[in-house]
């Protein structure tokens, strides 16, 4: 229910009907929002590390790549022997490959092929009864190995949680381009509301200086019929000089601030930029604390990164668990042997099982004490608590923001009718005022006086709506409802 009040109320607020760039320059705020997001390079920064772990997702499914290793070999040796009817040179040729294969379970296959040939010289001392009587020999051998763990890698944590832990990193880089969002919407709506309110200065002012001119004009008439002093005519020139500074100060303000906000939306620095206030139509928020709270923890990126870290984290935890177990591996093999003198024929034998080799066994091991897998696993339980503490510190952080903008708001609503009075009443005196000077009856200080109080009461009565929107905005940032309905949560 709140959540639904407060899209529509904030939808109204920043979704306006009039042109977003239009040819007076005016910006509607979710324009200005849309610019930046599409422009500022803090958006396209964050988004490397989302391509950066789909790679490295293709990384840890390459864990489960085979692996091929191929090796010929051609030696020629001649050794020097005591014994008159060994051979005295060795010619071979061998030719070694190999495939190995992880599977996802964590277990692993091996296939291994090994092909030679061994010729052997003899002296020619040695009578033929005494050589070989096969010579060259020709060797085949294929075995093919099958390790399965008991223990540690098991399952293979190594590849799925790390698939797992990938999954969840992904997760935060995406939520945390919304968070750089957010804070590029932070300055965006700060700067977009002081150009507001430096307008209304500036407008103002300008008003005083139009005010002022026509005290000048009309004491230079009554001081030529010598009806005031030279002195009543200074005081209203040192008025004039003084409304026409505080104009000057005030454009120069806006000046400033229109810059900044076009280098944000990284346009010209001297771009001209109008806004657009809702005076006639302001949001009415009707929501307590507790309820903003719970729409910022549902919403906003900051917990769902928390979360997805938290969760990426556990992954983490199991991996450093199975590598903390002792490695106990269950090995079975199988492989055929053929020798003979015929190349073709023992090609042909090393596929059969007719000369073969099987075996079963268990392999066991370990790193005494392991202090090196213990210290990884403390490691990831204190990021875990780490996390945890980032949550309540983002948790209050939050709720400052949220208790700051809804005072905000409550005072700007509080305080509306009644600056509302007080300009209308300081018109009313300044009016009153004038028309007693015309007949007499007062003096220059006194509508100096009173011309400056009219003027602070129409900066404090036209800041007051901006106040109101401002804080609305803020409130409609801080619950995750502005950027969720400009579409930058994933």
């Known amino acids: 229910m709140i959540s639904r009040l407060f899209a529509s109320i904030f939808t109204g607020l920043l979704l306006f009907s009039s042109p977003a760039w239009g040819a007076d320059s005016s910006l509607a705020l979710d324009s200005v929002l849309q610019h930046i997001f599409s422009k500022h390079p803090d958006i396209a920064l964050s988004r490397i590390q989302q391509r950066n772990l789909a790679i490295e997702n293709n990384n840890i499914e390459g864990l489960l790549d085979p692996s091929i290793t191929l090796q010929t070999t051609v030696s020629d040796e001649t050794t020097p022997t005591t014994n008159p009817f060994a051979a005295s040179g060795t010619n071979s040729t061998s030719l070694t490959s190999s495939i190995i294969k992880p599977l996802q379970d964590g277990s692993s296959i091996t296939a291994s092929l090994n092909y030679n040939s061994t010729r052997f010289s003899y002296p020619s001392s040695v009578p033929t009864a005494f050589q070989a009587i096969i010579n060259p020999t020709y060797q085949h051998q294929i075995d093919l190995i099958y390790r399965y763990p008991l223990l540690r890698g098991h399952g293979n944590p190594n590849y799925t949680e790390q698939l797992h832990a990938n999954h969840y990193n992904q997760q935060a880089a995406d939520w945390a381009v919304a968070q750089q969002s957010e804070q590029l919407a932070a300055q965006a709506i700060a700067l977009y509301y002081q150009i507001a309110a430096n307008e209304i200065a500036a407008n103002l002012a300008h008003d005083a200086v139009q005010r002022s001119q026509r005290l000048l004009r009309y004491q ?232 400056g109080d009219l003027r602070i009461a129409e900066l404090q009565d036209a800041l007051q709506n901006i106040q109101i929107e401002l804080a609305a905005t803020q409130l409609s940032l801080s619950t995750g409802q502005l950027l969720k309905g400009l579409g930058m949560y994933p």
Not at 225 to 241: T, V, Y
Not at 248 to 258: D, G, K, R
């Open 220 to 451: 230079k008439k009554r001081e030529s019929f010598g009806l005031i002093e030279k002195a009543d005519r200074l005081q209203a020139e040192a008025l004039l000089a003084t409304r026409q500074m505080e104009a000057t100060n005030a454009q120069a303000t806006l000046n400033s601030s229109i810059t900044a906000l076009n280098r944000l939306m990284l346009r010209d620095y001297h771009a001209p930029i109008r806004v657009y206030m809702h005076n006639d139509s302001l949001p009415n928020i009707n929501a307590n604390l507790d309820s903003l709270l719970k729409l910022a923890q549902q919403y906003r990126p900051i917990f769902h990164v928390l979360n997805a870290n938290d969760a990426a984290n556990q992954a983490n935890l199991s991996i450093a668990t199975d590598q903390h177990d002792t490695q106990v591996d269950l090995i079975g093999q199988v492989g055929s042997r053929a020798l003979s003198g015929s190349p073709g024929f023992t090609l042909g034998q090393g596929f059969t099982l007719n000369d073969r080799f099987i075996s079963l066994g268990l392999e066991v091991s370990d790193t005494w004490g392991g202090k090196k897998t213990a210290a990884a696993i403390a490691k990831v339980e204190l990021e875990h608590e780490r996390i945890g503490l980032q949550r309540m510190q983002a948790l209050e952080a939050i709720k400052t923001e949220l208790s700051t903008a809804l005072n905000d708001y409550n005072n700007g609503m509080m305080t509306k009718a009644s600056a509302k009075l007080r300009r209308d009443a300081e018109k009313k005196k300044f009016t009153a005022e004038m028309k007693r000077y015309r007949e007499g009856r007062s003096d220059t200080a006194t509508v100096v006086q009173f011309e």
